[in-house]
């Protein structure tokens, strides 16, 4: 039987590529819902060439919009958070859903799916760096798997495979981003186009600014730690520009098993919706005979003080990675907006912390109280302080 497939933030660059996967194997996976947050032209686009069961705007505003567009299309439309909480929390034509929904807005449509027994292809970092306990306590009570899709995640899962002995280590590797030739001076002065211009990926605004500052491998980081009962400690980070050694696992006994390939998301995406096969995909190959070097280096915490500040945060606990996210995302935003300079992104998110709230142990509404009051406390400072 075909799987059939929810994807939240299926216009964004992972959704898109999902669908690209579904598309070159249209005979094992089917659409069954799609959401989206404000682009309703690709999303009509998605809805007349998958045709799911139910498409969601979640921007309310959006949706006479959407209903104009589709016209009287047979995929139910709907418009809002709550209804794509409600539709996973009913829907029981959901075999896996892909939590592809940028930033903090993902983690209730996630819990929602987990309560309600779904597979959780997880794109979605900021769902475990928020509320990594309540998140992974809520998979283990449903028994719901997280199939981890960002590349670093898969490659360590897939490294996991056929293992029983003890981990030594995990290696997480990092692109370095676009400036991780710049000097620190130069850093200091790094423009909006600059940032932007990944050497090796094809992503989003958000996660390539947060590549950019190295805040994103500190997500990744604390996601690894989640994901496989890893302390952090025993997490190393390696910028590898070559980004062909997507993540390793170091065991006891000194081995290590590394997961290469090329730089081409759909690879782990398929991987998350095919498990345990492997399916064929048209993706780049290898070619190691042309390869002139494979390298890898510490990151420069002082080059990159976003990946200190994420590395801190995260060994305080509590709310404190959530507030530190939410920051962030401010942060980020204001920069895409030009609003501050890209120097300024660590040091807003670090002035935020100082007056944040801390919870030690959390429950979901100290998560979202302490998402409230970072982005909040972020913006007075980003408009009183850092504004340009």
């Known amino acids: 039987m075909k799987k059939r497939i929810a994807i939240l933030g299926s216009t964004g660059s992972i959704g898109t590529q999902t669908l ?21 032209e690709m999303l009509a686009n998605q809805v007349e060439r998958f045709s799911p069961n139910c498409a969601i705007i979640c921007n309310s505003e959006r949706y006479p919009a959407l209903v104009e567009r589709l016209g009287n299309c047979d995929t139910k439309l709907f418009a809002g958070i709550d209804s794509v909480k409600d539709y996973l929390a009913s ?15 993902g983690l209730e449509p ?40 960002d590349s670093e995640h898969s490659a360590i899962f897939q490294c996991l495979q ?16 676009p400036f991780r030739e710049f000097t620190y001076e130069q850093i200091q002065s790094a423009t909006k186009a600059q940032a932007l211009k990944h050497p090796n990926w094809s992503m989003g605004a958000k996660v390539t600014i947060d590549s950019a500052t190295m805040m994103n491998k500190g997500l990744e980081l604390m996601e690894a730690s989640w994901l496989f009962g890893m302390p952090a400690e025993k997490i190393e980070i390696l910028v590898h520009p070559q980004s062909i050694v997507h993540s390793m696992v170091q065991f006891a006994d000194g081995a290590v098993k590394a997961q290469l390939g090329a730089p081409d998301m759909r690879v782990p995406i398929q991987y998350a919706l095919s498990y345990p096969q492997r399916l064929s995909l048209s ?29 801190e945060s995260f060994a ?23 609003r501050i300079r ?13 007056r944040c709230s801390f919870v030690e142990k959390p429950l979901l509404q100290d998560i979202f109280e302490a998402d409230r009051e970072a982005k909040r406390i972020a913006e007075e400072l980003c408009s009183s302080r850092f504004c340009n």
Request: glycine fraction near 6%; hydrophobic fraction near 50%; charged fraction near 20%.
């Open 110 to 149: 996630t819990l929602a799916a987990i309560e309600s027994g779904k597979t959780i292809a997880l794109a979605n970092k900021e769902t475990l760096v928020a509320a990594g306990s309540i998140v992974t306590a809520a998979a283990k009570r449903n028994r719901v798997p997280l199939l981890p899709v």
């Open 91 to 105: 829907a029981d034509n959901i075999d896996i859903v892909v939590a592809a929904m940028v930033g903090f807005s």
């Open 20 to 40: 690209q996967v579904i598309e070159e194997h249209r005979d094992l996976f089917e659409v069954e819902l799609l959401t989206a947050n404000n682009n309703v």
């Open 342 to 354: 890209f120097r300024d992104i660590p040091h807003l998110i670090e002035e935020t912390l100082q």
């Open 316 to 338: 305080k606990g509590g709310t404190m990675p959530c507030s530190m996210n939410g920051a962030n995302e401010v942060a980020v935003a204001a920069f895409l907006a030009e």
């Open 162 to 177: 056929g293992e029983f002995g003890e981990v030594e280590k995990l290696l997480l590797t990092a692109s370095g981003g």
């Open 283 to 311: 993706a780049p190959r290898v070619d190691f005979a042309e390869l002139a070097s494979l390298t890898f280096f510490k990151p420069d915490l002082k080059k990159f003080p976003a990946l200190r500040i994420a590395m």
